[in-house]
C-alpha cells in the first residue's frame, strides 16, 4: 500500500464574479443590491493523489487555476464540492514574507511568521538559529523589516518557510525572486528537502523546473486537469500544446518582423534590409520557429540604386547576450543587386539553435564597405519540442551503444596494468 | 459533501497564534515613538484626569462613599467605570478592522479568522490589566478592601468573553459591510452616556417624556458590567444573583451570535478580503 500524503477528489470550486460590489450601506440603499454575480468555476472535478514524499508540479496558463489548486490544498480556500485529505504538516510558500509586519524586527517576524504557518513556541526557537543562517542577513535579523531590500526580505520570507522543516511544502513560483545566488540556495534546498523525503507541490511555468525537480504532475486548462502523469510526459504534451497555440493565434504577416527606425541603422544605406520573414518546414511564414525543424530565414531588402557586389549576412544573439551563429552569403561569394525589391532566402536543413528568444543582426556588406547594418534590430523565439538539451545549440552527433572492454573487472586496476605492461 | 484540507483544531491549539498576534499588536503599537509603553497609560490617565477636573471643579458631584464607609474619591469611582468602558471600546476599535489590515496573510495561508481578532482583544487586555492594577493600588492606598475582590476574577473571565464575542462578530461582518466600522463609532458614543459612568445610574430619572430612561440604561449590557464591577470593588459588596445572571445571558448570547457569524461569513475570509 503506498502511503498518500494528499489526496484530492472531484475538486470543484466556484467563484461568484461581482461586476460591482456593493459593501456600503448606502449603496445598497440607494441602488438596491448588486446585479446578480456570475459564476466561474475556478476548479472543477479535479481528482488526483500525491503520494508521501513525491514532487508534484502543477503546470497551465495563467488563469488555468494551478493557483486555486494550490490554495484549496493549503486549506486558504475551502472547495466548493469534493474532499481534500492532507496527511501530515502544511507550509505553503504562496508569497515569500506574508504577514511580515515592518516595525517588528526580523527576530519577532520569524516568530509570527513561524506561529501563522502553525508551530509552537518550542519548535520556533529550535528552528530559530537555522532560520537566521539560512536567510543570511547578517546583523540586520535585530533590526526592524521595513529597512530591509527587498532581496533581503523575500531571503528572511523563504528561509522561515522551508527551515520549519514542513512535511507537505506548497510552493507558487516564488522562488523565482532574489539574487541568483539566493535562488540557487532555494533550488538545492528544494531538492535537498525533495532527498529527505518532503512532499512538495509546485506550481510553475518552468518546465524545465518540472522536469528535474517533479515526480508526477497535473496539466490544468480552464479549471480542468487536462492531463495527469509523469512529470516529463505531462511537460512535452504541455509544451506541444502551447507551441500549436501559439502558431495558430498570431495573425502572420509577411512582414511579421518590420524594421524599426532606419535612421539608427549604419552604413551607406544604397541597399537596406527591410525585413525579415520566417518560413517553417513547409514555406509557411510563421512567427516563431522549432528547434530541430528545418527553415527558411527570408530577408528582404529595398535597393535604392544597383549595387554590384552585395554580401549578405545573419547574426543571432541570445538573451544572454552571447553571440550565438553568425551564417553570411560570402561563402558563395558577393551578388550584384538590382535597384528595387527583392529577398534572399537562408535555408536551414536544421535548426540547431535552442528555445529561447534570439536576437537578430542583419548586414549587407562588401569587403570593407558597409551598405546597411541592423544591431540587434529582429527578434527570433524558437520553441522546443520537449527534448531539451541544456545549452544555447544542439551539438550534432550520434550516441553509440556503450561497450564493454572484456576482462577488465575493475577499471583502476586495468590501467595500472597497462602502465605496467607499457613499461 | 465536501472536506477541506484544514486541520481541525480548537482554539486553544491555536492560542500560540493568537498570542502572537497580540505580541504584534503591542510590539508595533508604540514602536519608534519616545515614551513607548508609557503611552498605553497617558492615554486613560489624562481621560480621567480630563472627567475628574469636570465633575469635581466645574460640576462638583459627590462621588459615593467607599464601601468601607469612607467618604469617597471621585477620581477612584471614575477609574472604576472607565477601565471596563475603555476596554470595550479600545477593543472594538482595533478588532474591527484587523482582518481587512490581515488580508494578504489570510490569503497565503490558512488559520483561523478569529485567531487575530482575538489576538487585538487580548493586546488590549494586557493594557487593561496594567490600569486593573493601578487601580487596585488606589483602593488598597484608601484601604477599601474585602473579600468581595474574589469574585474579580469570574467577573473579568465573563466580561472578556462577552467583548472578545462582540468584536469577532462586528470583525468579521465588517469585511462584508463596510459602514460596520463607522456605524460601531457612532453607536458607541451614544452607549458611553447611556451607560453610568460618569453618573450613577441612580440619578437616571425614572421616566423621562414616558421614555424609561434608567430602564434602558439598566438594560445596556455595558451598564450591567461597569455597575458589577464597581459593587464587587469600590462598594465592597456581592452582586444579586440576578446580575450575576444577566451578564451571564449577555455573554451567552455574544458567544452564540460570534459562532453563528463564525460559521456563516468566516469560513472564507481568505477569498473575500
Not at chain 1, 55 to 71: A, D, I, P, R, Y
Not at chain 1, 75 to 100: D, K, M, Q
Request: charge should be neutral; hydrophobic fraction near 45%; charged fraction near 20%.
Amino acid at each position: 500500500m503506498t502511503d498518500v500524503a494528499i489526496s484530492a477528489e472531484h475538486l470543484s470550486k466556484r467563484f461568484w464574479l461581482h461586476r460591482e460590489r456593493r459593501t456600503a450601506l448606502k449603496e445598497r440603499a440607494v441602488r438596491g443590491r448588486a446585479p446578480k454575480a456570475q459564476e466561474f468555476w475556478a476548479l472543477r472535478d479535479a481528482s488526483f493523489s500525491i503520494e508521501r514524499g513525491a514532487t508534484f508540479g502543477l503546470l497551465g496558463q495563467n488563469g488555468s487555476g494551478k493557483s486555486t489548486t494550490l490554495k484549496v490544498l493549503a486549506g486558504i480556500y475551502r472547495p466548493t464540492s469534493g474532499r481534500v485529505i492532507v496527511n501530515g504538516r502544511v507550509s505553503a510558500l504562496l508569497e515569500l514574507g506574508a504577514g511580515f509586519h515592518g516595525e517588528l524586527t526580523g527576530r519577532e517576524n520569524i516568530r509570527l511568521n513561524g506561529a501563522i504557518l502553525g508551530l509552537s513556541r518550542r519548535q520556533i526557537d529550535a528552528a530559530m538559529d537555522r532560520i537566521i543562517d539560512f536567510a543570511g542577513i547578517g546583523e540586520f535579523i535585530d533590526s526592524p523589516v521595513k529597512i530591509y531590500s527587498s532581496g533581503m526580505f523575500v531571503r528572511l520570507g523563504f528561509a522561515v518557510a522551508v527551515s520549519l522543516d514542513p512535511e507537505i511544502l506548497m510552493v507558487d513560483e516564488v522562488i523565482a525572486v532574489g539574487d541568483e545566488e539566493f535562488q540557487r540556495k532555494c533550488f538545492d534546498h528544494l531538492f535537498e528537502l525533495r532527498k529527505r523525503g518532503t512532499t512538495i507541490v509546485l506550481v510553475t511555468h518552468s518546465l524545465g523546473l518540472i522536469r528535474d525537480l517533479c515526480d508526477e504532475a497535473a496539466w490544468l486548462d480552464h479549471g480542468e486537469i487536462r492531463e495527469l502523469g509523469a512529470a516529463r510526459d505531462v511537460a512535452d504534451s504541455y509544451i506541444a500544446s502551447v507551441n500549436d497555440r501559439e502558431v495558430h493565434a498570431q495573425p502572420v504577416d509577411p512582414s511579421a518582423v518590420p524594421a524599426a527606425n532606419g535612421a539608427a541603422r549604419l552604413g551607406s544605406g544604397q541597399v537596406r534590409i527591410t525585413s525579415l520573414e520566417y518560413l517553417d518546414e513547409d514555406g509557411e511564414p510563421s512567427p516563431v520557429l522549432l528547434a530541430g525543424a528545418p527553415c527558411t530565414i527570408r530577408m528582404h531588402f529595398e535597393a535604392g540604386s544597383s549595387v554590384s557586389r552585395a554580401i549578405f549576412g545573419l547574426g543571432f544573439l541570445h538573451e544572454s547576450g552571447a553571440n550565438v551563429a553568425g551564417p553570411n552569403s560570402g561563402r558563395i561569394g558577393p551578388h550584384p543587386v538590382e535597384r528595387g525589391h527583392g529577398y534572399i532566402d537562408f535555408v536551414v536543413d536544421e535548426l540547431l539553435l535552442q528555445p529561447g528568444t534570439y536576437q537578430v543582426s542583419t548586414a549587407i556588406v562588401d569587403r570593407g564597405h558597409t551598405y546597411d547594418y541592423a544591431d540587434r534590430e529582429f527578434d527570433l523565439r524558437v520553441r522546443g519540442r520537449g527534448d531539451q538539451e541544456p545549452g544555447l545549440t544542439r551539438m550534432p552527433g550520434v550516441w553509440m551503444t556503450p561497450v564493454s572492454v572484456a576482462g577488465a573487472a575493475a577499471g583502476e586496476v586495468s590501467v595500472w596494468e597497462a602502465v605496467r605492461a607499457g613499461q | 459533501m465536501t472536506t477541506t484540507a484544514r486541520p481541525r483544531s480548537s482554539i486553544w491549539s491555536y492560542r500560540s497564534l493568537i498570542w502572537n498576534f497580540a505580541q504584534r499588536d503591542l510590539k508595533s503599537r508604540f514602536k519608534g515613538t519616545a515614551l513607548g509603553w508609557v503611552w498605553s497609560l497617558l492615554f486613560p490617565l489624562a481621560t480621567l484626569f480630563t472627567y475628574s477636573l469636570v465633575f469635581s471643579v466645574i460640576f462638583p458631584a459627590a462621588p459615593p462613599a467607599f464601601g468601607n464607609g469612607r467618604p469617597g474619591f471621585f477620581p477612584v469611582w471614575l477609574f472604576c467605570g472607565l477601565i471596563p468602558w475603555s476596554f470595550f471600546l479600545i477593543s472594538l476599535m482595533t478588532a474591527i478592522p484587523t482582518l481587512l489590515a490581515n488580508g494578504p496573510v489570510l490569503q497565503k495561508v490558512y488559520f483561523p479568522s478569529y485567531a487575530p481578532i482575538l489576538g487585538a482583544v487580548v493586546a488590549i487586555l494586557v493594557q487593561t490589566l496594567i490600569e486593573l492594577a493601578i487601580y487596585a493600588v488606589a483602593l488598597i492606598v484608601f484601604g477599601d478592601v474585602s473579600l468581595s475582590w474574589l469574585l474579580f476574577p469570574i467577573w473579568l473571565a465573563i466580561y472578556v468573553a462577552f467583548v472578545t464575542s462582540v468584536a469577532v462578530s462586528l470583525a468579521i461582518m465588517n469585511v462584508y459591510f463596510r459602514d460596520l466600522a463607522h456605524l460601531t463609532n457612532v453607536v458607541l458614543q451614544l452607549l458611553f452616556f447611556l451607560t453610568p459612568i460618569i453618573y450613577q445610574s441612580t440619578s437616571v430619572p425614572a421616566e423621562w417624556h414616558h421614555i424609561p430612561l434608567r430602564a434602558i440604561v439598566q438594560l445596556n449590557p455595558i451598564a450591567g458590567f461597569v455597575e458589577s464591577l464597581r459593587q464587587l470593588s469600590y462598594d465592597l459588596q456581592v452582586p444579586s444573583l440576578s446580575t450575576w445572571l444577566g451578564l451571564i445571558a449577555w455573554t451567552l448570547g455574544a458567544i452564540a451570535m460570534a459562532v453563528f457569524v463564525y460559521r456563516r461569513r468566516g469560513l472564507d475570509i481568505g477569498e473575500t478580503v
